[in-house]
């Protein structure tokens, strides 16, 4: 059994930073690539990043790419996102999940644990 579980969701002004941290439990953690996604009122669930199982590789959406930095601490079972430059259209719940490979993915039917979420919020 794995659980997810997000933290260091929050307000802040346009232009502002947060780093969101998900704590992973279970004992082959470093065995999947872990993923970002965002959803935001009224919209679909969308990819924001990916790391591989080993951190080598990340990989981006379009729209947070040079903004949002994703990385893992297997040794902690830790998996982050920090955010720079905010934007209004940044604001989301964000989850974190645990995808079915190695390797990342931006399509969310690869990923088949997830946590509860946390609020973003960006004001302009």
């Known amino acids: 059994q794995v659980q997810l579980v997000e933290s260091g969701g929050g307000l802040v002004q346009a232009g502002g930073s947060l780093r969101l941290s998900c704590a992973a439990s279970?004992?082959?953690?470093?065995?999947?690539?872990m993923g970002w996604f965002r959803q935001a009122p009224g919209k679909e669930r969308e990819f924001v990043a990916a790391?591989?199982?080993?951190?080598?590789?990340?990989y981006y959406a379009d729209s947070v790419k040079g903004r949002f930095t994703i990385s893992r601490d297997n040794a902690k079972n830790m998996v982050y996102l920090q955010m720079n430059s905010l934007k209004p259209e940044d604001t989301a719940v964000y989850y974190c999940?645990?995808?079915?490979?190695?390797?990342?993915?931006?399509?969310?039917?690869?990923?088949?644990?997830w946590g509860q979420g946390t609020q973003v919020t960006v004001s302009s």
């Open positions: 790391v591989s199982y080993n951190g080598v590789s990340t």
């Open positions: 279970g004992r082959t953690f470093s065995s999947y690539a």
């Open positions: 999940a645990r995808a079915t490979s190695y390797y990342t993915d931006q399509y969310d039917r690869a990923y088949d644990i």
